[in-house]
């Protein structure tokens, strides 16, 4: 059974930094992303990276500002989030799968871990 967990978030003020961590059980995929979703939005994509060649995509809003890394021993992913912004805040999910922007990309989803970047 697949299982991601993530952990990580919580409140910062603007300009300050967070790092969510996805670890996954099961078994390891192609791929893991992070998308986010804020209050009355959709569900939008921030960052993928490939398991073996740690090849790397992110969304235009946070380029320059995220990392996502990994860990492969750990079978864990990591984001880094600097220069947080106010319209950062959402619930963050870690999803496992194929990789790509879209949601139907992934074929396995985290619980979600709330980001509530203060101004």
């Known amino acids: 059974q697949v299982q991601l967990v993530e952990s990580g978030g919580g409140l910062v003020q603007a300009g300050g930094s967070l790092r969510l961590s996805c670890a996954s059980s099961g078994r390891t995929f192609y791929g893991m992303g992070w998308f986010r979703q804020a209050p009355g939005k959709e569900r939008e994509f921030v960052a993928a990276i490939t398991w073996r060649a740690g090849s790397t995509t992110y969304a235009e809003a946070v380029k320059g500002r995220f990392t996502i890394s990994k860990e492969n021993d750990k079978n864990t992913v990591y984001l880094q989030m600097n220069s947080l912004k106010p319209e950062d805040t959402a619930v963050y999910y870690c999803?496992?799968?194929?990789?790509?922007?879209?949601?139907?990309?992934?074929?396995?989803w985290g619980q979600g871990t709330q980001v509530t970047v203060s101004s």
């Open positions: 999803a496992a799968g194929w990789v790509g922007s879209r949601r139907s990309d992934y074929s396995y």
